[in-house]
């Protein structure tokens, strides 16, 4: 069975801090996906990221980075210089072959001004 | 990126009717679809996946008499709640697949309140 955890449930920081997102998943396909998404207060999913499990290159995109380990089962996500904006729920996912998500219990992030 | 739109975005409802709510895939076809809900404060779960032209695959724990799902075509999928209890008050979200390129779109939720 697909598995995804976010230990940490509520993080504040302040403005200007970095903050990482710890992401552990556990499955027993070889191919599988994982991704990152927002969600906002307004609700709407926002996809951020999306990486297989061939690619083991961390990314870089704006204030955003994402470090990949397959030897921990880990997708981390660094969000650098945080902004109010930044303030949001963000979920890891799994994605099977068959294109069904498990979702983490996500990360409620509190950028304080 | 591709468009998916839900409707209504939001419902209320009394209990013991039925309500509807529909998925669209605007610019894609979508041979499959999926329905998630999330309670709040809480983590999405994945209600069913529907594809089109067949019957529904219910995750473990989801009535599949309770929750119906129908995908007549390619760029519709609808969830209908069957005698809504306030206990399934929650915002529904959909998911379009466009499987050419391995993508899953989402819709913007609805929210649903029985009262």
């Known amino acids: 069975a697909q598995k995804v955890t976010q230990a940490q449930t509520e993080i504040s920081v302040v403005e200007k801090e970095d903050v990482t997102l710890d992401c552990v998943y556990e499955t027993r396909d070889t191919t599988y996906y994982l991704f990152w998404y927002k969600q906002p207060p307004s609700g709407e999913l926002v996809f951020l990221i999306r990486?297989?499990?061939?690619?083991?290159q961390n990314e870089i995109s704006g204030r955003y980075s994402w470090n990949f380990q397959k030897s921990t089962s880990s997708f981390n996500f660094t969000i650098t210089a945080s902004q109010v904006v930044d303030s949001a729920v963000y979920f890891c996912?799994?994605?099977?072959?068959?294109?069904?998500?498990?979702f983490g219990k996500g990360n409620q992030v509190v950028v304080i001004p | 990126g591709a468009v998916v739109s839900q409707h209504p975005s939001w419902v209320i409802c009394k209990s013991g009717t039925s309500v509807k709510i529909e998925c669209r895939s605007l610019?894609?076809?979508?041979?499959?679809m999926f329905w998630y809900r999330q309670f709040p404060k809480q983590s999405l779960m994945l209600m069913a996946t529907s594809n089109e032209g067949s019957k529904a695959t219910y995750e473990q724990g989801v009535e599949k008499d309770k929750f119906l799902i129908n995908h007549a075509s390619l760029t519709l999928s609808t969830l209908t709640v069957t005698s809504a209890h306030p206990e399934d008050s929650s915002f529904y979200i959909c998911s379009a697949a466009d499987l050419n390129i391995y993508e899953q779109y989402f819709g913007p939720g609805t929210r649903l309140t029985v009262t």
């Open positions: 610019d894609f076809q979508a041979t499959t």
């Open positions: 990486r297989n499990s061939f690619d083991e």
């Open positions: 996912a799994l994605s099977d072959g068959n294109n069904r998500l498990a």
